[in-house]
């Protein structure tokens, strides 16, 4: 499907940008003109990085809008995580969450993480939720630097509990059960366990 | 490399493994990585060799950068059963796990060539696995175990107390032949003919 270009774009300076803007990237560059921010990738570190970017920006130039964040993600690393989290809390504009087909991992704490009240998702949308996953042991490290990363697994998971039962209002100790392995949800039960306020 | 040399019998001439030849005169070689083939291969030679004759030295030189702490404890159990007296012969390396081996060997029959090196860590896993927390604890509590069976053969091994041990082999510590001897790995060193 080949989206009709704009008029403007048949003439001017503006042709030079017509081939960048053409397909789909046009409708994603027209959105961010309502503040919305497609989030549809891996939560890496590249990704958070321009994520945090567009937040900030965005917030810079109105503090009271609201920035929509659509987001459609697999889940990704922690480092990204803590640093969209981050900044999700720092900017003054409330953020928007707009679940569209998946959230699972660490996409459902960006999700979770929205502004209280103001996090939708559609409806026949997942969620799945749990606790740290990672590569143990460390191959070829010994027991004492294991132990060690054990440990700081351990305290960094209990930060991304704190953080959902937080957002979510489910006690902590019932978080940490459900998260020992894969939970999953439907938009609903999202919607009952405190991951989202509304169901589109 | 060609290992195959000849060997007299009653058939005449019969090309034979080198490693072959030796195992029949009850000299066994670890001389790698120890996986699963290495060690099923000793041990079932160890079985066999103590059955023919259960008096009889059982002689086995160590080269060996390590293995797999299951196949290690596997060959060491092995060691103990069965009766002959299993000589241990370090020549060039014996590295962490493979230097178990080599301080399972029979209490005055524990061997070093001059120049071979003995290294002696706390347990290492050379593998690794995707997991999530609970099992990831679960599987710690299982390395604690294993540890602490490596701690208890080098205790039985050097008489140096567990304690002792564990401030030793914190991290890799390396030892030469005559080191090794003084901390009790083993008993002698080969002396060279000439």
Not at chain 1, 49 to 66: F, G, K, Q
């Amino acid at each position: 499907m080949k989206p009709k270009m704009d008029k403007k774009h048949e003439h001017g300076h503006d042709q030079l940008l017509a081939p960048l803007v053409r397909g789909y990237a046009d409708s994603y560059i027209k959105m961010s003109k309502n503040r919305a921010i497609f989030f549809s990738e891996d939560v890496g570190d590249k990704a958070a990085a321009d994520l945090s970017a567009l937040m900030l920006y965005y917030d810079n130039e109105d503090h009271e809008a609201p920035i929509h964040l659509y987001i459609h993600s697999n889940g990704g690393a922690i480092s990204g995580l803590n640093n969209i989290y981050d900044v999700m809390q720092m900017v003054h504009a409330p953020v928007k969450t707009i679940l569209l087909g998946k959230c699972y991992s660490a996409g459902a704490v960006m999700l979770a993480a929205g502004t209280k009240g103001e996090r939708y998702a559609l409806r026949s949308s997942n969620v799945m939720i749990h606790g740290i996953q990672f590569a143990f042991p460390i191959a070829g490290e010994d027991m004492t630097s294991n132990k060690s990363y054990l440990e700081f697994i351990e305290d960094t998971n209990d930060l991304i509990m704190k953080m959902l039962a937080k957002h979510t209002g489910q006690p902590l100790d019932k978080l940490k059960a459900d998260c020992s392995r894969e939970y999953w949800m439907n938009a609903k039960a999202a919607k009952e366990y405190g991951i989202i306020d509304h169901i589109l | 490399m060609n290992t195959l040399v000849l060997e007299q019998t009653e058939h005449g001439e019969v090309p034979m493994d080198v490693y072959q030849k030796l195992a029949n005169d009850r000299i066994l070689f670890i001389h790698d990585y120890i996986d699963d083939d290495i060690a099923t291969d000793i041990v079932a030679t160890l079985l066999l060799k103590d059955h023919e004759d259960n008096e009889k030295k059982i002689t086995l030189f160590i080269n060996s950068p390590g293995g797999d702490i299951r196949n290690v404890f596997m060959i060491y159990d092995v060691m103990a059963i069965v009766n002959a007296p299993i000589e241990t012969v370090c020549i060039g390396a014996a590295m962490d796990e493979a230097a178990l081996l080599l301080a399972g060997g029979r209490k005055g029959m524990r061997l070093a060539t001059k120049n071979a090196i003995i290294s002696v860590s706390q347990l290492v896993n050379n593998w690794h696995m995707h997991t999530n927390m609970t099992d990831a604890k679960n599987l710690m509590e299982q390395f604690k175990v294993d540890n602490d069976r490596l701690l208890e053969i080098l205790n039985k091994a050097t008489g140096k107390s567990v304690k002792q041990l564990r401030e030793d082999f914190d991290r890799r510590t390396f030892f030469t032949a005559p080191k090794a001897m003084k901390y009790g790995l083993i008993d002698k060193i080969v002396a060279p003919n000439k």
